[in-house]
Protein backbone atom coordinates (compact mmCIF):
# COMPACT_ATOMS: atom_id res chain seq x y z
CA UNK A 1 0.00 0.00 0.00
CA UNK A 2 1.35 3.66 -1.03
CA UNK A 3 -0.16 5.56 1.49
CA UNK A 4 1.29 6.97 4.28
CA UNK A 5 -0.59 6.29 7.97
CA UNK A 6 -0.82 10.00 8.19
CA UNK A 7 -3.00 10.01 4.66
CA UNK A 8 -4.98 7.08 5.51
CA UNK A 9 -5.89 8.81 8.90
CA UNK A 10 -6.91 11.31 7.46
CA UNK A 11 -9.06 9.59 4.74
CA UNK A 12 -10.62 7.49 7.64
CA UNK A 13 -11.47 11.02 9.92
CA UNK A 14 -13.10 12.59 6.91
CA UNK A 15 -15.15 9.91 5.87
CA UNK A 16 -16.40 9.12 9.22
CA UNK A 17 -16.90 12.63 9.60
CA UNK A 18 -19.46 12.64 6.84
CA UNK A 19 -20.67 9.83 6.79
CA UNK A 20 -20.62 7.94 10.09
CA UNK A 21 -18.73 5.89 12.37
CA UNK A 22 -20.35 2.51 10.78
CA UNK A 23 -18.57 3.85 7.45
CA UNK A 24 -16.26 1.04 5.64
CA UNK A 25 -13.10 2.45 3.37
CA UNK A 26 -11.34 -0.32 1.08
CA UNK A 27 -8.31 1.05 -1.26
CA UNK A 28 -7.90 -0.70 -4.63
CA UNK A 29 -6.71 0.14 -7.98
CA UNK A 30 -2.54 0.94 -8.11
CA UNK A 31 -1.89 2.79 -4.75
CA UNK A 32 -2.89 -0.69 -3.24
CA UNK A 33 0.48 -2.40 -5.32
CA UNK A 34 3.59 -1.47 -3.59
CA UNK A 35 5.34 -2.16 -6.69
CA UNK A 36 2.83 0.50 -8.99
CA UNK A 37 3.70 4.09 -10.02
CA UNK A 38 2.07 7.14 -10.31
CA UNK A 39 -1.41 6.83 -9.87
CA UNK A 40 -4.77 8.14 -8.48
CA UNK A 41 -5.98 7.18 -5.10
CA UNK A 42 -8.69 4.69 -5.80
CA UNK A 43 -11.52 3.93 -2.68
CA UNK A 44 -14.78 2.24 -2.23
CA UNK A 45 -16.55 3.86 0.31
CA UNK A 46 -19.54 1.80 1.75
CA UNK A 47 -22.18 3.63 4.18
CA UNK A 48 -25.00 1.78 6.57
Given at each position: MRLTP???????????????????????????DDSAKGGDIDLFVEAP
Open positions: QQIEIILARTRHWLGEGVQVRLFGSHS
